[in-house]
């Protein structure tokens, strides 16, 4: 499964990419609006730090106008894929970019109904909110199956992206439901390094090589 990172922090994209599992990086105008500097010049700076598939989020909501600021943010780099919303225009907007070649990863998905339009529709990555699901009470990881059994029925090359992961129990759960791409806080990719068996059996041995080696006499 690809990891994306789902933040636009300049600091936390550097740190995760420094790990060398970072696939690429998905963001929406709430992430970007925290960073406080204009799309073209925060997605291009993010171009740098991660090579890999770079979601850039429209923010129309009529379809001409998303497909022009479609074609803006598509132009700002090769690795740019353009986010458009799971509305009646969103999808008009997806057509239409689809055809020119833009690669479009739709968002706000919360049904599969809505997943299948998508598919339909081209798009490249279909991003269905699991966490925004769980919130009001619902199985948001059966949606990530649901898709992923519907689209493999029809052999859709959609991919299907989980969004809004939580946990690293997300993170896994979304790898079993067969999703192809996982996004995520930095904060989340983080603890999935962590289990104390792995710190404790590190400690241990390094504690053993330093008693057998570091006190051994040096000999003269
Ligand atoms: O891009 C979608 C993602 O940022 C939503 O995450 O945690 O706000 O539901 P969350």
Redesign the pocket.
């Known amino acids: 499964m690809k990891f994306f990172l789902?933040t636009a922090n300049l600091d936390e994209l550097k740190k995760g990419a420094s790990w060398g599992i970072v696939d690429g990086v998905?963001?929406?105008p709430?992430?970007i609006a925290k960073e406080g500097r204009p799309i073209e010049e925060h997605i291009r700076m993010i171009c740098e730090i991660v090579d890999g598939d770079i979601?850039a989020?429209v923010v129309s909501t009529e379809a001409g106008a998303m497909i022009a600021e479609g074609l803006e943010l598509a132009r700002i780099h090769k690795n740019v894929v353009v986010?458009c919303p799971l509305t009646r225009e969103g999808i008009k907007a997806t057509s239409a970019l689809s055809k020119q070649g833009i690669r479009v990863n739709v968002?706000?998905c919360f049904s599969a109904g809505q997943a299948l339009i998508a598919a339909k529709a081209g798009a490249y990555i279909i991003?269905p909110?699991v966490?925004?699901l769980d919130?009001i009470g619902w199985n948001g990881m059966d949606l990530i199956r649901s898709i992923t059994h519907i689209y493999k029925n029809f052999g859709f090359k959609t991919q299907v992206l989980a969004?809004?992961?939580?946990s690293p129990t997300h993170v896994i759960d979304a790898a079993s439901a067969g999703a192809h791409i996982g996004?995520m806080?930095f904060k989340v990719l983080d603890m999935l390094f962590n289990h104390p068996l792995t710190d404790k059996g590190l400690e241990q041995f390094l504690k053993d090589w330093n008693k057998a080696f570091a006190e051994a006499p040096v000999a003269v």
């Open positions: 789902d998905t963001t929406n709430t992430l979601s989020e986010k968002t706000l991003s909110f966490g925004r919130d969004a809004s992961l939580r996004t806080p």
